[in-house]
């Protein structure tokens, strides 16, 4: 398939703390605990939907700096298109993250002046007509894009992540376009199950899913007006959850645009997110498709629908 996806890129550092709250002491060594990698939503999603054989244009604003271009180097070598990344920003945004052993963590993102941008989509450069999914991340300069791919009449796919109003100022726009919406259950004013149907009257999307990390995720699929409630898969030791959401969407997306049934789409991107925080590093630990099959196939993977 050939997927636009539009978002935020930064570079990254993952610091590992003994725990949550965080203690005041002068030093600490944690060794081998800290990395600083490439990140962010949309490169996130890029290279795990590059990692399974899709072809990837990525839509983003970057600075004129240092970590800009260890940004597009990494694109490159993840053959991520990125033609489109225009460097116009004062900085390119960062981002730390605290995580601990038991999977918690706490992100700081910096992200300069980029939700002061607007990114006006260029016809003449490339027709949306080309791509099969447009994947928006929720940040400022999509907005227009929105309206743009909503037009084309593609499939739109956004991640809203945190929610906790239905009638969410930021969001909503995102909300009222998508074809597909993910979010996590982190936050929400109600249930898991109370909120899905709230979203499935409020808002059009044809498939929502509630990320819900180690009990699994839910499903609404509306053509079949149906919840399903998948437990959760362990295919490793977890290390660092983080990006474990960002996995769990594209790979959905992957198996889902390839003509897999909303459930069983959902199966494989929860094996696919296992695998992935195996690693540290929002962006690492992504599998092939094959490898995600072969952990499917084997039987040893209990999924426990209701």
Do not use: W
Not at 124 to 147: A, S
Not at 156 to 181: G, P, Q, R
Not at 242 to 262: C, I, Q, R
């Amino acid at each position: 398939m050939k997927i636009m996806v539009s978002g935020l890129v930064n570079v990254e550092t993952n610091i590992k703390i003994r725990e949550f709250p965080v203690s005041y002491y002068p030093v600490d060594y944690p060794f081998f605990g800290i990395a600083s990698s490439v990140g962010g939503v949309a490169y996130n999603v890029s290279n795990a939907l590059s990692k399974l054989g899709n072809e990837v244009e990525l839509i983003s604003y970057t600075g004129k700096d240092f970590e800009a271009e260890r940004i597009f180097t990494e694109l490159e070598k993840n053959k991520i298109g990125f033609s489109k990344v225009r460097k116009e920003l004062k900085e390119t945004p960062v981002s730390a993250i605290l995580y601990d052993a038991q999977g918690k963590r706490q992100i700081y993102c910096d992200l300069k002046d980029i939700q002061e941008k607007t990114y006006v989509y260029n016809e003449k450069e490339q027709n949306m007509d080309d791509y099969d999914i447009i994947v928006l991340c929720n940040i400022n300069f999509n907005r227009e894009l929105l309206k743009k791919a909503k037009k084309s009449g593609k499939i739109i796919a956004t991640d809203v992540h945190v929610l906790s109003n239905i009638e969410d100022d930021y969001n909503k726009d995102f909300m009222e376009c998508a074809d597909i919406l993910f979010l996590s259950d982190e936050q929400l004013p109600a249930s898991a199950e109370e909120f899905i149907l709230q979203i499935k009257e409020r808002y059009p999307a044809k498939i929502v899913v509630i990320g819900r990390g180690s009990k699994g995720a839910l499903l609404y699929d509306r053509e079949r007006n149906q919840v399903t409630n998948l437990g959760a898969v362990k295919v490793g030791e977890v290390v660092n959850t983080v990006g474990a959401g960002d996995a769990l969407f594209s790979s959905f997306l992957h198996f889902y645009g390839k003509g897999y049934e909303p459930v069983e789409a959902l199966k494989r991107a929860e094996v696919f997110a296992s695998a992935k925080i195996r690693e540290s590093g929002a962006a690492n630990g992504f599998i092939e498709e094959k490898e995600v099959e072969q952990l499917y196939s084997k039987g040893e993977l209990k999924f426990s629908c209701k």
